[in-house]
């Protein structure tokens, strides 16, 4: 297979970590690496209904929306997605009961510091998305709660190929979940929506590939057993809510300023706004709402293995509501045991490869592995 370099794979965990913060950087303090980018901001709405119809053409054509979109903003809106609005409020209801029902004990019993793989419950102020915020002495704590869990067979429409591996290549399954006696229906809920947005993930990887002049089946060896992280996330409501500052620094800041780490994420949120996404002339934007739709947004793993054809975008949360607002981003892996190398259609004489190969899992680990303090 073109992609897989096992025997050329050194591990790049160090230059992983160095240069998705210096490109964080680099895009926070008015030097942005997309900076020159001319084309105008937008988050396109792209319905992809077309897209599940046996017709190779309208499938190229929706591919092509979703080139032209992850090639300037990095962001998009999907409608036409045929995940049923009851599964997507069912999970969002769930978020609610989770974050403001269950006593905190249980949920401290929960707590990702007793996991590897950053799974269960995080409390406010634990995690760090940029981790220059820490730093930073008007550091803002992160006031968003989450609940994180991952891929498992179980969880897999597919029924999975029985070959899924942890971040670290363990043959382990790292969730853990609340018990049913104190949350009923967790388990069921999150399978439902899971199992929806991971076949959606799936479709959507083929119209990736055909967006990337690749064979429309080329991702899907790699996807058999995927890493696909998800959480449930929680903003409060402000007690003091703030117009959106054109400076980066908010004193409230429910999620920091960061790109996602995987290949793509599908994102839902509750009605409340809260997204905010750098535009390349260093302007905070607020996404748009469009009712039904789910968010996609291509981040690092991609860009880097289309050698930076695709942007992974920066982006942050402030909720500047008296609402509280909830959320539920799925990150959509590959196989966390693959290897890969530049995808074939993204170098040139003229645009080489500028990274060497990587596993999956590690990069992914060691993107989580940077978001706590105490590491
Ligand atoms: O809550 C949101 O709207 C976005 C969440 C996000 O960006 C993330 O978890 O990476
Ligand atoms: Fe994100």
């Given at each position: 297979m073109a992609t897989a370099a096992a025997s050329s794979y050194s591990s790049t965990q160090t230059e992983a970590r160095q240069a998705t913060q210096a490109y964080l950087d680099s895009r926070l303090t008015n030097g942005g690496a997309t900076k020159s980018s001319q084309s105008p901001f937008t988050v396109p709405e792209i319905n992809i209904g077309p897209s599940f119809s046996a017709s190779l053409e309208a499938r190229t054509r929706i591919a092509a929306q979703i080139r032209e979109a992850c090639t300037t903003s990095g962001f998009f809106h999907i409608t036409g997605h045929g995940v049923p609005e009851e599964t997507r409020q069912a999970?969002?209801?769930?978020?609610?009961?989770?974050?403001?029902?269950?006593?905190?004990s249980k949920k401290e019993a929960l707590h990702v510091k007793h996991s590897k793989y950053f799974r269960g419950y995080e409390p406010a102020d634990y995690t760090y998305v940029n981790p220059g915020d820490w730093e930073a002495a008007d550091a803002a704590p992160e006031t968003k709660e989450g609940f994180n869990w991952g891929y498992e067979a179980g969880l897999d429409p597919t029924?999975?190929?029985?070959?899924y591996r942890e971040l670290d290549g363990e043959d382990v399954n790292g969730n853990s979940w609340p018990s049913e006696?104190?949350?009923p229906g967790f388990y069921e809920t999150i399978k439902a929506y899971y199992g929806e947005i991971l076949s959606?993930?799936?479709?959507l990887f083929r119209l990736f590939a055909l967006s990337l002049d690749l064979p429309e089946?080329?991702?899907?060896?790699?996807?058999?057993?995927?890493?696909?992280?998800?959480?449930l996330l929680y903003y409060p409501a402000s007690t003091n809510p703030q117009p959106l500052n054109p400076e980066h620094k908010d004193a409230e800041i429910g999620l920091g300023a960061h790109?996602?780490?995987?290949?793509?994420?599908?994102?839902l949120c509750s009605t409340a706004p809260g997204l905010e996404i750098l535009s390349p002339d260093d302007k905070w934007i607020p996404a748009p709402a469009v009712e039904g739709s789910f968010i996609i947004n291509v981040a690092d793993f991609l860009m880097r293995w289309t050698n930076g054809v695709y942007k992974s975008t920066?982006?942050?949360?402030?909720?500047?509501?008296?609402?509280?607002?909830?959320?539920?981003?799925?990150?959509?892996?590959i196989n966390y045991d693959q290897v890969v190398e530049t995808l074939p259609s993204c170098v040139s004489l003229e645009n080489p490869s500028k990274y060497p190969p990587i596993k999956a899992g590690e990069y992914v680990l060691e993107r989580l592995r940077a978001t706590v303090k105490e590491s």
């Open positions: 999970i969002l209801a769930l978020a609610k009961r989770f974050f403001t029902g269950v006593p905190h029924g999975g190929d029985g070959q006696e104190d949350v959606l993930a799936r479709h089946d080329y991702f899907d060896p790699m996807t058999t057993h995927p890493g696909g992280i998800a959480r790109s996602d780490y995987e290949c793509f994420t599908v994102l920066v982006h942050r949360v402030v909720n500047r509501t008296r609402e509280e607002r909830y959320s539920v981003p799925f990150f959509f892996s």
